[in-house]
Nanobody
Framework: QVQLVESGGGLVQAGGSLRLSCAASGNIFSITAMGWYRQAPGKQRELVAVITNGGSTNYADSVKGRFSISRDNAKNTVYLQMNSLKPEDTAVYYC?????????????WGQGTQVTVSS
């Protein structure tokens, strides 16, 4: 059982920055990777960034060079630094954890945090 709580969303103007945080609790030792997804109104949820326990990262093409995912294992927290924000980045951002326990793989999701970028 893993619980995820996001924070850091808000309203910013285009070109501004935000840092999202996701704190994990529970059986954090089952986590193998964590990532950020986002969902805009009327659109499907899409992967934004992912980081594995080994430190490998991947980003959606739309955010490469602007967003950066990182982690602090001591705090059981992952971050998404978002720079040069654009109105099209407006969405609810969700934290995700990929977990393995007793050879069973499952995902945990946070409640989401709203990011709104004004033009």
């Amino acid at each position: 059982q893993v619980q995820l709580v996001e924070s850091g969303g808000g309203l910013v103007q285009a070109g501004g920055s935000l840092r999202l945080s996701c704190a994990a609790s529970g059986n954090i030792f089952s986590i193998t990777a964590m990532g950020w997804y986002r969902q805009a109104p009327g659109k499907q949820r899409e992967l934004v960034a992912v980081i594995t326990n080994g430190g490998s990262t991947n980003y959606a093409d739309s955010v490469k060079g602007r967003f950066s995912i990182s982690r602090d294992n001591a705090k059981n927290t992952v971050y998404l630094q978002m720079n040069s924000l654009k109105p099209e980045d407006t969405a609810v951002y969700y934290c995700n954890a990929d977990c393995v326990q007793r050879l069973t793989r499952f995902n945990s999701w946070g409640q989401g945090t709203q990011v709104t970028v004004s033009s």
